[in-house]
């Protein structure tokens, strides 16, 4: 990490990663204080991984902007990632076994939650076929640079932000 900082009172920095072979991982209960918002695109990366990726301890995500597990689950099922549900827990069952692609090809449902709706467009970055959300523009109140930083990674995202008075 470089150019740690603060901003909006939250600590934050520049990451520089390298590729690698994803392995699935049990992320314990007591991690989810920590990260309970990042549980979507890590369920993402999961899918992409090989074996199971167990996240426990994260019942919090039924109650943010949205029943997260539920919408995470049906998403990742939509795409052809097999995926268990349970009250407190989300596996997702990863795709590099067998060298099973992830699918793709699904028009998720995001119930306006935008963490939702970024992780699954993620995904179809890297998936077989492309992955669409039902409410693209409702990113922008949180992540207004999102759509552009996606097209330049070539995602074809229609920018559906109302136009300013």
Do not use: W
Not at 78 to 96: D, K
Not at 153 to 161: K, T, V, Y
Request: proline residues 5%; glycine residues 12%.
């Amino acid at each position: 990490m470089t150019n740690v900082r603060d901003e909006g009172g939250e600590t934050v920095a520049d990451v520089t990663a390298r590729y690698s072979e994803l392995s699935g991982v049990e992320v314990p209960p007591e991690r989810a204080p920590s990260m309970i918002d990042e549980y979507p695109i890590l369920a993402v990366a999961a899918a992409f991984a090989e074996g199971r990726t167990v996240m426990r301890g994260i019942g919090e995500m039924r109650v943010k902007e949205s029943d997260r597990i539920a919408l995470m689950a049906a998403g990742l099922s939509a795409c052809g990632v097999g995926v268990e549900e349970e009250p407190e827990t989300l596996t997702v069952i990863g795709s590099r076994r067998g060298n099973h692609p992830v699918q793709g090809g699904a028009r998720v449902v995001t119930h306006g939650d935008h963490r939702i709706a970024m992780s699954h467009l993620v995904m179809g970055l890297a998936s077989e076929q492309a992955v669409a959300v039902d409410e693209p523009g409702m990113i922008a109140t949180s992540f207004p640079g999102f759509v552009a930083l996606m097209q330049g990674l070539g995602a074809e995202i229609a920018d559906e932000r109302p136009e300013a008075a």
